[in-house]
């Protein structure tokens, strides 16, 4: 038999559910900009002041809408990487590359709230930091996984960037080589650039085939972080 301490954290999770589905539907037509507590409070038919309990502010919900992005497309990555755990590193790294476009043109709305346009008056707190950093720690994993294995090849930086490269490393990846952190970041944006083009219309008229295309620029950032043996 369930305890009425049960029953009410199950009632607050369903409720909880229900909000952030009703604020997933706003952003989809209104964008993160214009999410109103008040609007999905109507929607669910509830009052602004029991909403409030949920959220106290439009930022909280923001927030758990942010980690929960986060968390889904960083699960869909590991997913990724441990499907493609016995094969080469360069296969695996477009792997979870290709993930990551899938999961966004699947959740477009939900993409542009973590990587499109900041929300005016919304600063992320330290708390979306940890579901941020999933897909990067994928990344950087498959790179350790081939400096500890077959190795990097053809990573270099200039003179004048080593001071930073070498901050990168120990901020990043305090394992892997300096030139393999400035690899890694730069392979980072780069992967969310291409992944942003696509979703926010600038391949329109440009790239036709997006999948063909994708994989091969996956290819080349994999390339560029070192990884060979494919």
């Not at 949920?54 to 990724?80: K, M, N, Q, V």
């Not at 070498?166 to 650039?193: I, S, T």
């Amino acid at each position: 038999m369930s305890t009425p301490q049960g029953a009410r954290a199950r009632a607050r999770q369903e409720v909880t559910a229900a909000i952030k589905e009703a604020a997933r539907r706003q952003l989809a037509e209104e964008g993160a900009a214009k999410l109103s507590l008040r609007a999905v409070a109507r929607e669910l038919g509830m009052v602004s002041s029991a909403l409030y309990r949920y959220f106290p502010s439009r930022d909280d919900l923001l927030t758990a809408l942010i980690i929960d992005a986060y968390d889904s497309l960083g699960a869909a990555s590991e997913r990724a990487r441990d499907a493609a755990c016995d094969v080469p590193p360069p296969a695996r790294w477009i792997a979870v590359c290709e993930t990551v476009r899938g999961w966004a043109l699947a959740h477009p709305h939900e993409y542009a709230l973590i990587y499109g346009s900041p929300v005016p008056g919304y600063s992320a707190p330290d708390t979306t930091v940890r579901a941020a950093a999933r897909v990067g720690l994928v990344l950087i994993g498959i790179v350790r996984d081939a400096h500890l294995g077959p190795g990097l090849a053809g990573l270099s930086v200039p003179a004048g960037l080593r001071p930073e490269a070498e901050r990168m490393a120990a901020d990043l990846a305090p394992d892997l080589p300096p030139e393999a952190a400035v690899a890694l970041v730069a392979a980072w944006a780069q992967l969310f650039g291409l992944v942003g083009f696509e979703i926010f219309g600038q391949f329109n008229r440009v790239v036709e085939d997006r999948e063909a295309f994708f994989r091969h620029a996956a290819g080349r950032l994999a390339e560029g972080v070192g990884l060979t043996g494919a």
